[in-house]
């Protein structure tokens, strides 16, 4: 039998109890945040990368010959506006600075997302700003891997969230999902006899085929390829009886988290070449022989981390929880989604302009797990915002009246928006973020409250750009 997880007591994100969740968790706020702090890396040279596991800007520092990583981002150099959500912002950022992101005894982190909001940043800006909106729902249209859904639960609020890539949903709801000690026995049973059965296909050499194009298949060694169709095939076989949310959902998404690790692949992106991964994976991986069960025991040792943080998840939030709601869409159809209600607080990190493109990320994931073909795969395709692959400066700004109109829809009148952007890159030129939404809130009917900054090493080489909180009302 399973251990319970140790008591996440000890951790920056565990709320001391029930209430506002998590309440106690922000730093001392205040408008007195200097705008000049600097980066703070000890005199030492930092080598960047950008970590696509968790999407974090890692900073490897060389000392003493010995690589010394940090899943810190920069902390933040200006804060403007009203003086006391100013402060909100500004702290959200300073606290992701001195915190690990992949700390958290709850599922955060928990599967890569290109990108992934810093854990500490929803933390704080929720802490700091539900005080100050009605009571309501939490929303989030650009979802990712539910970083914000987890928040908004540890802070007793409803929660909705939109992402056009359907893994979203499905990694989303693992990560939002509380598991006391019984369920977690009843996963860890029907995941034993996956795992068994997995391996006896191995013994046994028994053909299966994975449901993946040549050139993904061309990512994996012959052998591990046939492990994992096979392994994709006994969580396929499992009957439906718990709902399609249920148990073969988190098995599910326990594979797609392994598929990159035992691939050829470096990372899910490019730029993590000799950096420690925050999941203990090296880039020397890379190349490495993946050995026969390999790809059945690191998904059975990620099932079981899952369960670990499911378990936690309960310990503080019980079953007496809030909806969390998750739905493939755009996060331009917001109203559609949300019908007659209103979001007291948005929180969402949209992708950087012209600098991701979020459907070529998860390819690999898609296809093996059948998500990569019908109305759902086209239109992450078609619709995904501000990719890299279709940036120009006239679709940016068409796009961004698009997202502002629908935000705007649904905020309750007295309700915050708090967008994360970061300097957008359109061909050579590079976007202030800030100043971009400045000059396109008003028309859609928002206003800008504050904003905070911080720097952020570009991952393809180029120079730092900015990431911005930016906390809009509507006028
Ligand atoms: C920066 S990531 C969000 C990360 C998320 N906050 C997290 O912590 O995991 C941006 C997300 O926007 C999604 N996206 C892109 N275009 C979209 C659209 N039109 N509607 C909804 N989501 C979209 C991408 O699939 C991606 O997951």
Redesign the pocket.
């Known amino acids: 039998m399973r251990q319970p997880p140790r008591a996440p007591a000890a951790s920056p994100h565990a709320p001391a109890s029930r209430g506002p969740r998590g309440a106690d968790r922000g730093p001392a706020r205040g408008p007195d945040r200097g705008a000049d702090r600097g980066a703070g890396t000890g005199g030492l040279t930092p080598r960047w990368a950008v970590d696509e596991n968790t999407?974090l800007d890692r900073a490897v520092d060389r000392v003493a010959g010995q690589r010394r990583a940090q899943a810190n981002l920069l902390p933040p150099t200006s804060q403007r506006g009203d003086p006391v959500m100013a402060a909100v912002l500004y702290d959200a950022l300073e606290a992701a600075s001195t915190t690990d992101a992949l700390a958290s005894p709850y599922p955060h982190g928990f599967h890569s997302?290109?990108?992934?909001?810093h854990p500490t940043i929803?933390a704080t800006v929720l802490s700091g700003l539900l005080p100050m909106v009605p009571q309501g729902g939490v929303v989030?249209?650009?979802?990712?891997?539910?970083?914000?859904g987890l928040e908004a639960l540890l802070h007793d609020r409803p929660f909705v969230g939109?992402?056009?890539?359907p893994l979203?949903r499905m990694v989303g709801t693992e990560r939002c999902r509380p598991r006391s000690l019984t369920q977690v026995q009843a996963v860890a049973t029907v995941l034993a006899g996956v795992v068994e059965r997995s391996k006896d296909r191995v013994r046994q050499k028994q053909p299966s085929r994975a449901p993946v194009s040549p050139e993904i298949a061309r990512q994996y060694a012959p052998h591990t390829l046939m492990e994992l169709a096979g392994l994709l095939a006994e969580i396929d076989a499992i009957p439906r009886d718990g709902g399609p949310e249920g148990i073969r959902n988190t098995l599910a998404v326990g594979f797609s988290a392994i598929l990159t690790k035992v691939s050829n692949r470096r990372g899910d992106t490019d730029g993590t070449a000799g950096i420690p991964r925050p999941d203990g994976i090296e880039s020397d991986d890379v190349g490495k022989r993946v050995g026969r069960f390999i790809p059945t025991e690191r998904f059975e040792a990620k099932v079981h981390e899952l369960l670990d943080k499911q378990q936690a998840l309960h310990d503080v939030v019980g079953d007496d929880i809030l909806p969390v709601t998750l739905v493939t869409?755009?996060?331009?159809d917001l109203p559609g989604v949300l019908g007659r209600k209103k979001a007291s607080l948005i929180l969402?990190?949209?992708?950087?302009g012209g600098t991701?493109d979020?459907t070529h990320h998860h390819a690999h994931r898609l296809a093996f797990l059948g998500l990569d073909a019908g109305g759902d795969a086209q239109s992450?395709d078609r619709?995904?915002?501000?990719?890299r692959r279709r940036a120009n400066p006239s679709a940016f700004d068409d796009e961004t009246k698009q997202?502002l109109a629908s935000l705007a829809e649904v905020l309750h009148d007295d309700g915050l928006c708090v967008l994360?952007v970061g300097d957008a890159q359109m061909g050579t030129a590079r976007v202030d973020a800030a100043a971009h939404l400045e000059s396109l809130v008003h028309a859609a009917g928002l206003a800008m409250v504050a904003v905070a900054s911080a720097p952020r090493p570009d991952f393809t080489g180029g120079r730092d750009r900015l990431e911005h909180l930016v906390c809009l009302r509507r006028r």
Do not use: K
């Open positions: 999407g997302w290109p990108a992934g909001l929803a989030d249209p650009f979802a990712g891997g539910g970083t914000v939109t992402d056009l890539n979203s869409a755009d996060a331009r969402t990190s949209p992708p950087y991701y979020y992450f619709r995904e915002l501000f990719a997202m994360v």
